[in-house]
């Protein structure tokens, strides 16, 4: 099996993990916080989220990149300068958006004064983070251990101690605190790949120029993915917001699955320079993407409304709304994460993932203006759908010598067919059962049997690897 697919099988199972524990966390928390408080909670973290931004600065990407060229240098000696060269300028913007956040939330944000103090625990763990060490060495097992980990005992911990809708304090405190520890495990591991050593000034500051470049889209790309969640809060109300939150948390889930892909392929790309291998692993990273987010697709257009109410409780009933909204953002989602992480970012073309995202935001910001203060949740869904698609169109005009949408179309077009096949299976399983429980698992169920049953071949012998097996038991 190559060494991409391998790393991806264990994003993939961390996937699988992340999307389970909320399976079974989000639907007591929604019932014992409560739409307000859930809005509370998404609207304050919205905001120390900015300044988490500001402190990874664009590192996350420069430097798995950075890394990654570095490693094949088989030297400790230049990756350890190479790491605290980065890492010291992180520490540096970390500690400056410390005292910025806690002036700000004092002065701007004092309704919510507890909560922001909590979050201060946020933003120390993104001072620490060093997860684009381990993307650069291409160690995803380490992160992925790491963080199921403390995923499990983050679900213990609320299930024992938030017991009421008083305690928003309390839950904030357990996901934050469980962040920050994910962190310090890292520089524990770390000690084996890298030690802390002296840099000149002029070589930390070197790599601002190039950070800022790649935080301009990433702080782009949070106001069309977050902002929404700010201005929904700040001019709806925390209830709406609250609906809108529990939605995303859903269709986050294959986004994630999407980003696994992009983060595997990221360092793998910055080391090919060869333009045929650069487009073939291009467009199978774009054929293994469509295959698995295309079921999601259509399984959300399927079960989304009924999901939503089985899920988080009759007060959520609007995010089954919003759900069927999102739900196309995950196919514009998918393409353009394709087209950063393997064509633009480790191609340096990082002129064009700027100015997309920049396109992105404006389009989000402007819609969200315009269509919130009228119609709520809905017009903050039209102002990402909106902007997720002028991403993707943007970077697609782009790189039309490495990816036409003719290519795209002709690689989805097979699995938008047997995602078409699988929703009239599922909807028909649907008519069929009365109570709402049992019904989304016969359709689940359902969903994986028929979905896989259309691709085996694919999924076994091309991403797998497994070998055919000949009519004579030979291989």
Known sequence: MKKENKNFLYNIVYQVFIF???????????????????????????????????????????????????????????????????????LFTGIIMLLAYNVISIFFFNKYNTIFLVQNLYLISAILDINWLFFGLEKFKVTITRNMIIKLISLILIFMFVRGKDDLVIYTFILSLTTLASQLYLWLVARKDIRLVKVKIKDIFSNLKPCIILFIPVIAYSIYRVMDKTMLGAISGTTALGYYENAEKIINIPICFINALG????????????????????????????????????????IGKTFSLVFFGNEFRDSGIILNYLAVTIIFSAISNIIRTNLLIPRGKDKIYVTSTMIGAVINFLINILLIPKFGYVGACIGTILAEFSVMAYQLINVKEFMRVREIINISIEYVIKGIIMFAAIILVGMLLKNDVLRIIIQIVTAVIIYFALNYKYLLFEFLGMKKINKNGGI
């Open 20 to 90: 389970i524990i909320p399976l079974i966390s989000t639907p007591y928390v929604s019932r014992i916080l409560g739409a307000d408080n859930i809005g509370i909670y998404s609207y304050t973290y919205s905001i120390v989220y900015y300044f988490m931004l500001a402190t990874m600065l664009g590192i996350n990407n420069y430097g798995a990149r950075e890394i990654a060229k570095i490693s094949t240098l088989k030297s400790k000696e230049k990756l350890s300068y190479s790491f605290c060269s980065m890492y010291y300028l992180q």
């Open 263 to 302: 983060t595997v392929m990221l360092p793998s790309m910055s080391k090919v320079s060869d333009e045929k291998e650069i487009k073939d692993k291009a467009f199978q990273a774009l054929k293994l993407s469509m295959c698995i987010i295309t079921p999601m697709f259509f399984g959300i257009l399927a």
